[in-house]
């Protein structure tokens, strides 16, 4: 994983047991001779108790490619958990050692990208010299970006085209983190849209599991008291409201479209039994789930 690079922070994976935990299928620096971006196929084991990633200066795109697994993350506070999943974009927060764990259902896949710290700072100078909100950057691309994935599969899927292709992904790649998920420091707090799309990003995957409002605040890198107040202000509802009534939303479309019973269908909305769903979809809707499926 450590190559001689001026351009590349790697010296972090010297003593990184890289052989444990994957199986690199593709690099672009030893397939290529790219010296402007680092693009890595990665074949990982399907089950990790504690793996220690290293803290290394260069933004880090991971596109998970092929399997699921339940995974947990934690970068100095609570463990955060989250879904593996074909397209579930993540982007490594630099300078952030991370202790990471998972069981997944089958081998993973991935294609994983670095990007030279050097070349974001540099675009950010062009940008208007703001320097890089790099928590914010990735509390944001958690949300979900179409077009960073497309660019992700792309160059993971490149031949030897030549540096000036790896190059100008770099340069594309950098403009676009800091155009779309860089939070604006002149932007008043209330407008912190990437932190609230990445929270709601998080109650949408983990809606059927036990979500804490401490949870979702250190998934976005907030302050509980300041993801209530961003999360207000965005939305007009608070956090615990919102997601109240994403899983009545899913219980409602379940009903109507399944042939799921009200006990099957409680869990799979994050609600404890039959009664508790039918207590928060009396109060959100003034009916009954049975009612409701039958009207």
């Given amino acids: 994983m450590v190559f001689d690079s001026v351009e590349f922070d790697l010296q972090p994976y010297a003593g990184f047991d890289m052989d444990r935990y994957v199986r690199r299928t593709h690099c672009s620096w030893e397939n290529f001779g790219w010296r402007s971006l680092l693009v890595q196929r990665f074949e990982h084991v399907p089950v990790v108790e504690d ?27 609570r463990w955060n958990r989250h879904t593996w999943a074909p397209g579930r974009l993540e982007l490594g927060v630099p300078d952030q ?52 994935e497309e660019a992700v599969r792309a160059v993971g899927a490149a031949g030897d085209i030549g540096d000036l292709y790896a190059e100008s992904v770099a340069a594309f790649l950098s403009v676009h983190l800091l155009t779309r998920h860089s939070r604006e420091t002149e932007r008043p707090p209330a407008r912190e849209d990437t932190r609230v799309r990445a929270a709601i990003a998080l109650m949408r995957d983990r809606l059927a599991e036990p979500l804490t409002l401490a949870d979702i605040a250190d998934e976005v890198y907030l302050s509980v008291f300041h993801l209530v107040r961003v999360f207000r202000a965005a939305t007009g509802e608070t956090p615990h409201r919102y997601l109240a009534r994403l899983r009545i939303e899913k219980a409602r479309r ?16 994050g609600f404890a039994g039959p ?21």
């Fill in 51 to 77: 793996m220690e990633l290293p803290a290394a200066a260069d933004l880090h795109l991971i596109l998970p490619v092929g399997g699921r697994a339940a995974m947990e993350t934690r970068t100095g506070g």
């Fill in 97 to 148: 050692p991370l202790l990471r764990r998972y069981r997944g259902d089958g081998p993973l896949r991935s294609v994983q990208v670095h990007i030279p710290r050097g070349t974001v700072e540099r675009t950010a100078e062009q940008l208007g010299g703001r320097p890089p909100d790099y928590p914010g950057m990735a509390a944001s691309v958690t949300a979900g970006d179409p077009l960073i």
């Fill in 254 to 269: 379940l009903l109507r479209e399944s042939g799921l019973t009200v006990a099957e269908i409680a869990p799979l909305c």
């Fill in 275 to 295: 009664g508790a769903l039918s207590t928060a979809f009396l109060r959100h809707t003034g009916m009954r789930p049975t009612a409701y499926r039958n009207s």
